[in-house]
């Protein structure tokens, strides 16, 4: 009898404990495949390292509110949290900063900076693209800007090529008040994607 009882008490415990296995997890898509344990290293010294695991988060779902997003199992990389194709930032105005879409869409809003918006857009989808350090060739290439509304798109301040099963290849920085051209700030030299 008693260990019928002990049995039972184990039992109940384990059936009521829950862990984060009950987290819905949010996987990672194909342009920035960032499953856990991944890496890419770039020609400035950059390391971006996904945790060997995915993380439980929530975010604040609206500024000035008490409200919260589910809690739910995701990617974490360089400090923030990986929601399919947007990131965490420290925004409850905009706490998830969408990267990137896989085809040319409208541009959609990503921060309000001193009564400007900032604004990001898929603006190519390239069948090859070529990098420039070594020329290495990637397939299926997606080109985003980043903006400030008030300049608009031909002033942007960064470009980025983001490859399928691949994840950024190439990062430019453009002064939208200079003359001068834009630099290439960084570009993929290896990595590897634990699929």
Known sequence: MKKLLLFLFVSLFFMTCSDETDLDIVYPRSYFPAF?????????????????SYQPNSYQTEINSSAWS??????????????????TQMSTEFPLKKLLAESVTTEWVVNH????DILRKTIAKLDTFYLAHDSSLYK?????????????????????YYADSVGLIRQEINNPNDTLPAIIRKELITYQINW
């Open 70 to 87: 589910k809690e739910k199992l995701v990617p974490y990389i360089d400090g923030a949290y990986l929601y399919e194709y947007a990131i």
């Open 36 to 52: 856990p344990g991944s890496w890419w290293t770039y020609t400035n010294g950059e390391r971006s390292l996904v945790h060997p």
């Open 113 to 116: 900076v001193n009564g400007d």
């Open 140 to 160: 299926k290439v997606v080109v985003v800007v980043e903006y400030q509304e008030s300049l608009g798109i031909n002033k942007w301040n960064t470009k980025e």
